[in-house]
């Protein structure tokens, strides 16, 4: 409380009490009515009974944990493993969308902090914006034609000779891992530069003057210093990417289910919020162990991460 009551005052001194007092409540509005209070809503409905409406607030709407059986139990009381199974694909997918745009993005944030000036800095920003004006949902169907039988990737590996049939890409979801990566990839690029950004050049100098190779360099100097934004990009790209449901609808294989996609089969096809909710929670509180233990693995704190 010292702390919020500390950085209220320095905000204070710095533009006005007005400006002060506008962001206050304009972030204490965000955070109560936009994200406590349906995330409390829904933590609710989980733990109710999927009652016909004139049951409501009658005696059979009482808290109860089926809901959650039902994930780990489902209905015959034996292990779940289908929908179990269906949120750990999800994760490890999400985890490899989030090293790859790690490992895509790294370079690309090192480049336009520390090498792009001028006109190129600004192509290469305009370049990585510019794309992103078009709706997600048609970038999705873009990578749907482009990793098609008919699509640019087919065309050109069976013109080259690198295969004499087509590849079912959107089977074998290369399409639905590609389309993921490139949606959040400027989540990733814009902390890394942020974090790399404040690097002083000499230090990158020092460190080849003294016979450091390329891969040293980064080791020791760079990614100490880009661990912050990488931390940030990271946390930000699994937890959109572990709850996608656009690019996996349209990208994912017959035989792919993403979690999101049971959930939104539980709130509309079955007409069941309730379990609906309860999936809802699950995939929310895995999503957040998950990422703090990465942030124990890394030894990253949620501060840096918001710096």
């Given at each position: 409380?010292?702390?919020?009551?500390?950085?209220?005052?320095?905000?204070?001194?710095?533009?006005?009490?007005?400006?002060?007092?506008?962001?206050?409540?304009?972030?204490?509005?965000?955070?109560?009515?936009?994200?406590?209070?349906?995330?409390?809503?829904?933590?609710?409905?989980?733990?109710?009974?999927?009652?016909?409406?004139?049951q409501?607030?009658?005696?059979?709407d009482?808290?109860?944990?089926?809901?959650?059986?039902?994930?780990?139990?489902?209905?015959?009381?034996?292990?779940?493993?289908?929908d179990?199974?269906?949120?750990?694909?999800?994760?490890?997918?999400a985890?490899?969308?989030?090293?790859?745009?790690?490992?895509?993005?790294?370079?690309?944030?090192?480049?336009?902090?520390?090498?792009?000036?001028?006109?190129?800095?600004?192509?290469?920003?305009?370049?990585?914006i510019?794309p992103?004006?078009?709706?997600?949902?048609?970038?999705?169907?873009?990578?749907?034609?482009?990793?098609?039988?008919?699509?640019?990737?087919?065309?050109?590996?069976?013109?080259?000779?690198?295969?004499?049939?087509?590849?079912?890409?959107?089977?074998?979801?290369?399409?639905?891992?590609?389309?993921?990566?490139?949606?959040?990839?400027?989540?990733?690029?814009?902390?890394?530069?942020?974090?790399v950004e404040?690097?002083?050049?000499n230090q990158?100098?020092?460190?080849?003057?003294?016979?450091?190779?390329?891969?040293?360099?980064?080791?020791?100097v760079?990614?100490?210093?880009?661990?912050?934004?990488?931390?940030?990009?990271?946390?930000m790209?699994?937890?959109?990417?572990?709850?996608?449901?656009?690019?996996?609808?349209?990208?994912?294989?017959?035989?792919?289910?993403?979690?999101?996609?049971?959930?939104y089969?539980?709130?509309?096809?079955?007409?069941?919020?309730?379990?609906?909710?309860?999936?809802?929670?699950?995939?929310?509180?895995?999503?957040?162990?998950?990422?703090?233990?990465m942030?124990?693995?890394?030894?990253?704190?949620?501060?840096?991460?918001?710096?």
């Amino acid at each position: 409380m010292n702390a919020i009551k500390e950085t209220f005052n320095a905000f204070t001194q710095k533009y006005g009490t007005g400006v002060a007092t506008f962001v206050a409540v304009s972030v204490l509005v965000w955070t109560v009515f936009l994200i406590i209070m349906p995330q409390v809503a829904m933590f609710d409905y989980s733990l109710r009974f999927n009652l016909p409406a004139s049951q409501i607030g009658g005696p059979n709407d009482v808290y109860t944990l089926d809901n959650y059986k039902y994930f780990f139990q489902g209905n015959d009381n034996t292990v779940n493993y289908l929908d179990m199974g269906i949120l750990l694909k999800t994760l490890v997918a999400a985890l490899f969308v989030t090293i790859i745009d790690v490992i895509i993005c790294y370079p690309i944030a090192y480049i336009l902090a520390h090498s792009a000036t001028g006109v190129s800095a600004r192509l290469m920003v305009i370049g990585l914006i510019v794309p992103f004006w078009v709706n997600e949902i048609l970038r999705a169907f873009a990578f749907r034609v482009l990793f098609g039988a008919t699509g640019m990737v087919n065309g050109i590996g069976m013109n080259m000779g690198l295969w004499d049939t087509p590849i079912d890409f959107i089977r074998a979801d290369v399409a639905l891992y590609s389309g993921l990566t490139y949606a959040y990839i400027l989540l990733m690029i814009f902390p890394i530069f942020n974090a790399v950004e404040a690097l002083d050049r000499n230090q990158i100098e020092a460190a080849r003057d003294m016979g450091a190779s390329w891969w040293r360099v980064h080791w020791r100097v760079v990614l100490p210093i880009a661990k912050p934004g990488i931390a940030s990009g990271s946390t930000m790209v699994f937890m959109l990417t572990a709850g996608a449901l656009a690019a996996p609808q349209i990208l994912g294989g017959p035989s792919n289910l993403w979690f999101t996609q049971l959930i939104y089969q539980w709130f509309n096809q079955s007409a069941n919020w309730q379990r609906g909710s309860a999936y809802a929670v699950v995939l929310l509180l895995v999503c957040i162990a998950f990422v703090m233990m990465m942030m124990r693995v890394f030894k990253v704190s949620i501060g840096e991460i918001g710096r």
